[in-house]
């Protein structure tokens, strides 16, 4: 028998199933440096132990989409190995806050699963939680996939759609975020003065930087996650594939965007929460990569006056400066868009 | 007198000489995840400290190949900057871990010299051997290489062939792995079920994924190993070279193909000895590496009985998937191989 | 009013304002790992923790230009975001030895303003300081910069334009080097027998490797020291720019350089000061960079006979090898000249 993998197809999924990942993984200043490399972030808690401890963090926390790009990354062989399509999240929260040493190990149980009425692929649901060295849970998320099925007439489990919640709910907030030394934080080292009562619901933010993205780097990111999806790495495959060349990692716009975010949100330090994200279209090396952000909401956290929590809609797009906030273009997406994000950042009062 | 280096030529090496090679070189988790990103390795013991401690490590090892690559690396201003040809490999044994921190020097010594029939070039032997801080030898190999003389009538060195092992007696192998907690490894968390009594001699695995190199990736793993080789770098030179561009580090061949290995051989953790290993085709930028392995024997170790050690042999392709295990083609070797790596790797049983 | 940081105009600076930019940064063995990888450096001290030990050193140093750009790209947003040119470099002295851990901070303060004489442009000099957590002062050099008027009607400031010594004093110099124990500097391991007493003024070094540059390598190293100047990673609009392409960032030249230069300064372990630097023309991917370097003059450093310094002046080219030291062609530069760059490096006596 075969000792190679071959990753789970769509019917080889069964509703309540648990899966443990392989490949735990310690996180070192040595990832952190790699990430800086690959997506140059500012924001001044990750960036600098000094300031960290100064607010109240031990030391800079591990950045939390690393945190979520380490954890998906494991999901990937035995999830979506045969995926077609990576089609949503919901209900992600950072739970605790993960620093250089700790080993991220990460589990998945399958919370829903529908067939498509093609019969060739169905979609998988799985909440995806990561935890650390001591068993604490760090993150959890939901995911929603499309994956293949290896015959199409293989009987399929029976239909479940999970009820997933439109967002993360603002009081489930901030657990993965000390409480912040009163007046500890310097605006001026954060690189801006815009706390969180400058913010206003309805408020469009265009983050005008764009980044080209070369091969080397999505792949030096995507296997820093240890993410294997085949479409990113071999173009050999991919030049006779739908796109004729390899596709960037959904999650490296995701970085990107939060990146990007800064100018405009420098003081957004800390992703609390994710609500919603939909790979609207691929990226491809060659392409330079934009965003914008509109805040659709403001929360107090229950019992914190340190902080306060943005609800963002932060939108990637690729060759389209966001000057003008594209989104939608008729019914639909604007075609330059990649990716919206909808999302909870924490920010000092 | 100039003060730049040009590296030895063939008429240069005496029989017995040693030569001290310059740049020890620290270690650290920095280089372990620049080596991740690059590779994108997925072996639990090299990934996890909490793994590693589990079963016995006081913490994740360094990447056997990484060590070899460093030790490697040094040795090149002094044996190989005016090689035309890196030959092959012999008598390599992992001789004690090597953990971030511990800082690598590296010692050759000429064990063997034939001038070729040309007078152009003659063929330099040497034992490499890289040491730690303690003066611990962590790694020994031997390995010849075709270098040019400086003048096609300097007198030669007498002819000196050294006899080398065909393989690294099984006896010998674990110095560098501890003995394993029993039933401490994690199948689950390594990644597959497979163990050394699942593998059968003469079976062969296509390790299915392929991985595109790009120019910056080779180029950067290349210097992370302080590796001079100019072939790699210079393409102002190389375009009007033997290829017209840059060759890839034979080096980087083979941690692709170990990194793809993972996929068949999950918990082959430890590379313990290189028994041979022959370039047999350069590999360029923009080409996408396969691998496959053949199970060459399997070996107890003497007082082990927590691991085994399989002899594979791994074959590196270019732009071949390996489904159909390419090797020779008549007599020749096959037009898409890369790499013959022939080496000891330990399993648990 | 717009939360994005637009940086500043000519006409918003004035003489003797005093800006903290933001984004501190700790330094780590991550960082020193990506510089290996993207530069390729072998100085011995800087490489190996135990050889830095062996003289004095508490552990290796972090690389004196890593932290040069560290510390300059905290500066770009604030002083060079909206800059045409960067016109020059003086009085750089490296003030205490940084080591992984260490946080640094930067400020700069206006020391001289000139408005160009077609009123849409200025010449802005800043002084900017490196500083550690402790407050100790690591870094100060000078740079002018032609940044753009916001307004070409609106009213500049004053001319002031500073003087600016033509060297920095030798006396001046080895602020960050500890005192070396004597004979422990281990010329074998270091790479060269060459020391202080070998080299002489006038004395004219061709560092004889090439290396060619990818976009990916340029954009993570400039990524890597937080720099946001926009023409380094924005094809989409550099492609309708000046140039058509994204330009390399011309403190990688000032790295790339540096490290050739080990071939025939193996022994220069430590920059000292930076008495000038030219960014001659500007450098793209794809290009091959070669370096050559001359003596200018050589220095007793007050009190101390363990280090002497010798006063460089490196010239970096493009697709030119530097066997015939190209530098002038004529009134003007050659045109293959990407540098100039004129310091004091410390080497052993």
Redesign the interface.
């Known amino acids: 028998m ?5 990753g789970r197809f769509f019917e080889d999924f069964r509703l309540g199933q648990v899966i ?1 990942h ?5 996180i ?7 990430y ?9 808690v990750q ?5 960290a401890r100064s607010i109240g963090y031990p030391r ?1 926390p591990i950045d939390d989409l690393l945190v979520f790009h380490i954890v998906f990354g494991k999901t990937v ?1 035995d999830i979506s190995l045969n995926a077609v399509a990576n089609l949503g999240y919901a209900a992600g929260s950072f739970l605790a806050p993960v620093y250089p ?1 700790d ?1 991220l ?1 990460a589990v998945s149980e399958v919370i829903g699963l529908r067939e498509n009425s093609s019969r060739k692929t169905g979609i998988v649901f799985v909440r995806s939680t990561g935890c650390n ?1 001591h068993g604490g849970k760090v993150l959890e998320y939901v995911r929603w996939v499309m994956v293949r099925k290896r015959e199409e007439k293989a009987p399929a489990p029976p239909d479940h759609v999970p009820t997933l919640p439109e967002a993360v709910a603002a009081q489930a907030l901030g657990a993965a975020c000390p409480r912040l030394k009163p007046t500890a934080y310097d605006f ?5 003065r ?1 706390r969180f009562a ?2 206003a619901v309805g408020e469009k ?8 993205v ?4 999505h ?6 996650y ?1 993410n ?1 999806a ?1 479409v990113h ?5 991919e030049s006779k594939g739908r796109f004729g060349r ?1 596709l960037v990692y959904g999650g490296h716009v995701m970085s990107l965007a939060r990146v990007l975010s800064f ?4 003081n957004a330090f800390h992703v609390a929460g994710i609500n919603g994200g939909r790979h609207v279209a691929p990226l491809f090396a ?1 392409m ?1 990569v934009f965003a914008w952000s509109e805040v659709l909401a403001k929360a107090e956290l229950s019992g914190r006056d340190d902080v306060g929590a943005l609800r963002l809609r932060t939108i990637a797009t690729r ?1 389209h ?1 966001c000057a003008d906030f594209p989104r939608r273009s008729g019914d639909e997406d604007h075609p330059a868009v990649l990716l919206e994000l909808d999302y909870w950042v924490l920010m000092p009062r």
């Open positions: 075969s000792k190679t993998e071959t443990q392989a490949t735990p993984r310690t070192t200043t040595g990832d952190v440096a790699l800086q490399g690959l997506l140059g972030g500012r924001f001044a960036s600098s132990d000094a300031f800079s062989p040493g080993t190990s060295q001026a080292l954060a690189g801006s815009h400058d913010y933010i265009d983050h005008v930087d764009g980044v080209t070369e091969e080397a780097e792949q030096i990111a995507t296997r820093l240890q294997t085949r790495f071999n173009q050999l495959a390899r100018n405009g949100l420098a060659g330079t060759d400066p």
